[in-house]
């Protein structure tokens, strides 16, 4: 069986990470969709690292949850399978999708990049057991608190290892996804928990359901993906996809 599954903030959301569009989604009154893009670095960076710090945070502190599960065990259990998602969080991973599985069209949060150079760190690596969460031993940021990291190869300022909007996919990324859709047609194309505003997200799922494949939405609400997809659940994700996955397994 070849499948693909397409994931966005919404998946994440059980695990008490804010989506972007949602009501929980501002921050200090800000628009996330505003502080995540290249003019808001370059107009206050400080402000963009605390609210970056903050996610990491968060992030760290929270757990995958039972569609971060359900998702790993269908990475599993199918033979051909990639996982397209547009979170920056590592709760994918730490609920056991290998990294050969999974592409992380938006970045990852944990990576520290220069702005100017080539210059590159991952600040963290996942918790010794998926299930664990991280512990204050592993929080080493504090001693940036307050300050905006400079780059140490060039001093340029560093910024988060993320897609802003207007900003360019990684081209090495685009190409495993553009591999998967070209070495055949899907039988499923899971899409879930993303408001799909993407074009290229859309333009996926369809093109993964090209040959009348299952094309299956988990949102609880509408997006634009609706009219395509050949079933819809409108059901949280955490809910659904456990479901879905065994569904899917037991065929
Ligand atoms: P959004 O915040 O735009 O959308 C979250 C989606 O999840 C919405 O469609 C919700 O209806 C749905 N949702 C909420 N709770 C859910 C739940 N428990 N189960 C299932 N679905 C749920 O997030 P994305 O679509 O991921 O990009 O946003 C796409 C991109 O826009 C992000 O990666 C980020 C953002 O700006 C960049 O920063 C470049």
């Known amino acids: ?18 989506t972007f569009r949602g009501k929980d989604g ?13 003019e808001a670095f370059a107009r206050d960076p400080k402000l963009v690292w605390e609210w970056y710090r903050e996610r990491r945070q968060r992030i760290r502190n929270a757990r995958p949850n039972a569609a971060h599960e359900a998702i790993a065990r269908l990475a599993h259990q199918t033979d051909e399978f990639l996982l397209v998602t547009q979170n920056v969080d ?19 949060i944990f990576v520290t990049r220069c702005s100017r150079c080539e210059f590159e760190r991952h600040e963290y690596e996942h918790p010794p057991s998926p299930r664990l969460r991280w512990t204050s031993e592993q929080e080493q940021e504090q001693e940036h608190e307050g300050v905006v990291p400079k780059c140490p190869d060039c001093d340029a300022l560093v910024r988060p290892g993320v897609v802003w909007f207007g900003e360019q996919l990684s081209r090495n990324e685009l190409e495993r996804v553009e591999d998967f859709l070209d070495g055949g047609a899907c039988d499923i194309v899971i899409v879930a928990g993303t408001t799909a505003t993407f074009g290229y997200i859309i333009d996926w799922a369809l093109r993964g359901n090209r040959d009348g494949a299952e094309l299956i939405e988990v949102n609880p609400e509408e997006t634009p993906l609706s009219r395509f997809a050949t079933r819809l659940v409108r059901e949280p994700a955490a809910i659904a996809l456990p479901r879905i996955v065994s569904q899917i397994i037991r065929r």
């Open 1 to 18: 069986m070849r499948v693909l599954v397409l994931t966005g903030a919404g998946v994440s959301a059980e695990s008490g990470i804010p």
């Open 90 to 108: 590592d709760l994918h991973a730490r609920a056991g999708v290998a990294a050969e599985k999974m592409v992380q069209i938006h970045g990852d």
């Open 26 to 38: 501002y921050w200090r009154n800000l628009d996330p969709t505003k502080l995540a893009t290249p």
